[in-house]
């Protein structure tokens, strides 16, 4: 209750006791202790300052597209940057907050004419998480357009990153420990908007078309060397493959699917029998790309 009314006096953004299933797009994941959401980025510092100083463990979240949450429930603080969102153009420069989703950045680009970030129209994450993985899809990555990184540092200064600063690679950025991500600056061209509208509508119809539309956290296991970790778990011939509410996808073999009250475990008992599969059959270890945030223990 003390935590509470500092949170409060301090004018932060704070919910108590929330269920963690909500911040996540598998849905899974028991009661969060605290949910801040801070407006701003002095909120967010001041709200990261609240918790250092009260010794509070807490974890900054995007749009939650590729993690999961532990079922027993979250014994700190999460901190969601859904709410820093905004997307601002000059010229041909665009600068697109941490928590402004990917597909409506790029209508938004698409609105001004804008190409570059049409592969974004159907990536269910957000800018932060973008950066982080270097999103992608159909052979166009983030790092293509990205000019420059906005980033909180560990000691609460701000500070501005290019892509080689981050020696970005497939679905990996190299940002500095502690960090957290404020904004991207893109730098797009000049199109034709019918054009750009029409690459988009192409884009999301391939993606419906090969991708499952129930709950996800995305794809489940990354690239083996050049190689897709599918090719591999298609060889296994478990798709279908369910325990509890969890179900490896029948359109798309590296993803879960949530099929109705699913949970963190059930989704690991899928995947690591997939991962147990796929090594027995092909000698090959699948590594995860979705990342499993564990309950700190408290004092």
Do not use: W
Not at 31 to 38: A, H, I, Q, R
Not at 118 to 136: D, K, Q, R
Not at 148 to 166: F, H, Q
Not at 189 to 199: S, V, Y
């Amino acid at each position: 209750m003390l935590f509470s009314k500092r949170a409060n006096a301090l004018g932060l953004t704070l919910e108590c006791g929330v269920c963690g299933a909500l911040y996540t797009s598998f849905g899974s994941g028991g009661k969060v202790d605290y949910l801040f959401s801070p407006a701003c980025v002095a909120e967010l510092k001041r709200t990261l300052a609240l918790l250092k100083g009260a010794g509070i463990p807490y974890r900054v979240i995007g749009g939650g597209s590729n993690l999961l949450l532990p079922d027993e429930g979250y014994r700190g603080a999460l901190v969601t940057l859904r709410r820093l969102s905004d997307v601002k153009i000059c010229g041909n420069t665009v600068t697109a907050d941490a928590g402004a989703k990917l597909p409506t950045l790029a209508r938004i680009a698409a609105h001004a004419s804008l190409s570059g970030v049409e592969f974004a129209c159907g990536i269910p994450g957000v800018v932060g998480g973008a950066v982080a993985t270097n999103a992608g899809a159909f052979d166009e990555r983030l790092s293509d357009v990205l000019v420059a990184v906005c980033v909180l540092t560990e000691d609460g200064k701000t500070e501005v990153l290019t892509p080689k600063d981050l020696n970005m690679t497939h679905h990996f950025a190299m940002l500095p420990k502690g960090c957290v991500v404020l904004s991207a600056v893109l730098s797009l061209k000049t199109g034709e908007k019918r054009q750009i509208e029409e690459t988009m509508r192409s884009m999301t119809e391939r993606r419906a078309a090969t991708q499952p539309r129930e709950r996800s956290a995305g794809s489940v296991f990354r690239r083996v060397g050049e190689t897709p970790a599918a090719i591999y778990i298609e060889k296994t011939g478990l798709k279908g493959l369910r325990i509890g509410g969890a179900e490896l996808s029948k359109v798309h073999c590296n993803f879960i699917v949530n099929k109705g009250g699913a949970t963190t475990a059930d989704f690991f008992a899928v995947a690591e029998q997939v991962k147990k599969s796929v090594f027995d059959l092909c000698s090959v270890r699948l590594t995860y790309e979705v990342e499993r945030i564990c309950s700190p223990k408290r004092t």
